[in-house]
């Protein structure tokens, strides 16, 4: 089948456990799903699988949703946007699966078994003890306590007794398993490596194996779209669809994302460790009440994350490096996913921030801006915002970065000693008080107009551009560097301007007779 067009309507599923937050790898694997539904006129699902009630987290399947919504990526169907085909959680799905189970065992494509935890642990510690693992199989399943290899009557003492039991897959004894994966090509697994895999659990709840090739078939799947940890699973998932006559759907195995090192899978330790979110949002873990921080609390924007996520795994095959959502759905298939891990850089996460902070309309971001302000007790208005933000973005990775400059709102009273030493000149007040005359008389004062006059004003004088402005921007910021003093000056105003540079002056000429 092919992976651009099918016989079949596109419809892809992400499906993940609400048993903590959703890493971005998680994220990813939903948005590659997201880009291929768009791309091909498709239905992006979110299906929460949620049969594990030993690891079930509350608040997670809440947090999945949030963080798709602000990843851009919100679903078509959803627990909280159902269609056609839900229930969308696996635990409301039950009277869908012990049918498909029954099927199964009269086909002899399964059978259960009673062996306990501690039956089984005894035979793996046995087996390891001689230097053998052991797996459930079709070379031990005859030494174990199930329907094949006990006796009518035994199996009907069991039945009696009301002993739990499991639904165990009858895997072929040795039997070559191929496929085509859309990413990976052709994919051959022998099965005599493969255990039986239990299918329904003692509580009767189906594990993953089984509910989810039932929910995928029920729900018209078309393309499987997942990490590559469930390679190893494809083929019992297939061997399912043969065994219920169905049509497998395509499968895609995608790349692991691997620590700044490439040295292993991405993990909250290595942000932890680096400093760095792997999660899109913060998560509490509502146990421990420890707090993760996330992409949208660090500061990034949700498309500058998803951008640096299309990248990890996937290559447009040119040069261009930035996206959009829509762009990237334009020209996204599995066809250019790559086949081997993608090592995740956070200095290029960053990177990915700044060039779209840079590309977003400022008025888009005056509101986010103004109230980072107000937090630093600057009450500016939306076009003094808009002001700030245009002198700034083109030296800020992030909006936060703007707290750092506290000279836009604040006059400074410290100023670099070393390079008071190297740029102030015994010749400097006089210099700069001859600019405050000229900059008095500008009008109106605007940034195009101070530059102008301080051009001229150097020209008249033959003084040197940095002989100046450096010594200006000192006695205005306190800062060595930063963006047009010229703008920054008719944001100011011109009072405040002459007023900043009239007491910085002053405090300078303290600070160097201290010295």
Known sequence: MSTSASD????????????????????????????????????????????????????????????????????????SKPGSCGPYRQSERGDLYAPRVQALLDAGHAYRAWDTPEEIQARRDAAESTGTPFQYDASSRASMRNELSLSTNEVAELEADGAPCVVRFKMPASEPVTFTDAIRGAVTIDTAVLDDKVLM???????????????????????????????????????????????????????????????????????????????????????????????RESGYLPEAFMNMLLLLGWNPGTEQELFSLDEAAKVFDLDRVIKSGARFNPDKAKWFNEQHLRSTPVADLVPAAQALFADEGADYTADQT??????????????????????????????????????????????????????????????????????????????????????????????????????????????????????????????????
């Open 386 to 515: 808009a002001a700030v933000l245009d002198m700034m973005l083109e030296r800020i990775a992030f909006l936060d970065d703007l707290k750092a400059a506290n000279w836009l709102h604040t006059a400074p009273t410290a100023f670099p000693e070393k390079m008071l030493k190297k740029r102030w000149k015994d010749n400097t007040d006089g210099i700069l008080k001859e600019l405050a005359d000229e900059l008095r008389a500008v009008e109106p004062f605007k940034a195009d107009p101070i530059e102008a006059t301080f051009k001229a004003f150097l020209e008249r004088k033959e003084l040197g551009f940095g002989q100046v402005l450096l010594p200006f921007r000192i006695a205005l910021t306190g800062e060595g560097g930063g963006p047009s003093m010229f703008a920054f000056a008719a944001f100011l105003g011109k009072e405040a301007t002459l007023d900043r540079l009239d007491q910085g002056m002053n405090l300078i000429a303290q600070q160097r007779t201290e010295a």
């Open 201 to 295: 659990k003692a509580d009767g709840l189906p594990t993953y194996h089984l509910a989810n090739v039932v929910d995928d078939h029920l729900m018209d799947i078309s393309h499987v779209i997942r990490g590559e940890e469930w390679l190893p699973s494809a083929p019992l998932h297939q061997l399912l669809y043969r065994a219920f006559d169905w049509t497998p759907p395509t499968f895609a195995h995608l790349p692991l994302i691997l620590k700044p090192t490439g040295n292993g899978k991405l993990s909250k330790r290595d942000g932890d460790k680096g400093g760095f979110p792997v999660f899109p949002l913060r998560w509490t873990d509502p146990a421990t009440g420890a707090e993760s921080n996330g992409y």
């Open 8 to 79: 079949r309507p596109v419809r892809v599923r992400f499906a993940p456990s609400p048993t903590g937050p959703l890493h971005m790898g998680g994220v990813r694997t939903a948005f590659y799903n997201w880009l291929f539904a768009r791309r091909h006129g498709g239905t992006f699902i979110l299906r929460v699988e949620d049969t594990d009630r030993t690891r079930f987290v509350d608040g997670a399947e809440a947090y999945i949703e949030e963080a798709l919504a602000w990843c851009g990526i919100a679903p078509d169907e959803s627990p």
